[in-house]
């Protein structure tokens, strides 16, 4: 009887791993946002109260624009205390070639809903490692910016930048790339 049982609950083992094998992976193309999360936590990562410089170095955007000479960029509303770490990145160009980051650790969908009002021309974007998200224009103070903004789980992010500085990029796209390097380096690695 020992050996029966043994016998099933080895085979059990065996269909458990071979279905966690198959599991995972890409379901998505193009700009899905991401690689489908399977390496990632249902948390972040980080340790509380982390800072904006935690999350993304300079050689993250780097990486992901494809030009080097960013700095880090103290943003005075940054409070990662309470949790809304924000900050940026810049050439020496200035505000022009500004990314800025920013996220809200709590409240995820309030805080989605809420600044989802302040962007213009809203069209969504799906992703997998995201359960919502929207780019569109997001003007600041006579600026012409816009921004990607995505819920994953009670997180928030928005990412915004100048749509004239980065031409060269599709909007979207980079927007994706963006927020897939900020996920992957909160929840992951």
């Known amino acids: 009887m ?6 099933v609950l080895s ?35 980080l340790p509380e109260g ?14 992901v624009v494809g030009a080097t000479g960013y700095k880090p960029w103290s943003e005075p509303l940054s ?14 160009e200035g505000p022009v070639s500004k990314i ?3 996220v809200y650790t709590k409240n995820g969908q309030a805080e989605y809903d809420r600044v989802a009002d302040f962007v213009e021309n809203p069209t969504p974007v ?4 995201w359960d919502q998200a929207i780019f569109g224009d ?4 006579g600026e012409q910016l816009v921004a990607l903004l995505v819920r994953r789980g009670d997180v928030c992010l928005r990412i915004r930048w100048d749509p004239a500085y980065y031409a060269e990029w599709d909007q979207t796209e980079l927007g994706v790339k963006l927020a897939t390097m900020l996920i992957e380096n909160l929840y992951g690695k």
């Open 2 to 7: 020992k050996i029966r049982v043994l016998t």
């Open 11 to 45: 085979v059990v083992l065996l269909m458990l791993v071979a279905v966690a094998a198959c599991g995972g992976g890409d379901s998505g193309g193009g700009s899905s946002g991401g690689s489908g999360g399977s390496d990632l936590s249902d948390t972040i990562v």
């Open 100 to 102: 800025d980051f920013l």
């Open 79 to 92: 409070d990662a205390a309470a949790g809304k770490p924000q900050g940026g990145y810049a050439t020496d």
């Open 138 to 141: 997001m003007p600041d103070a």
């Open 50 to 63: 982390w800072e904006m410089l935690d999350a993304v170095s300079v050689a993250d955007v780097e990486a």
């Open 126 to 129: 799906t992703g997998d490692l």
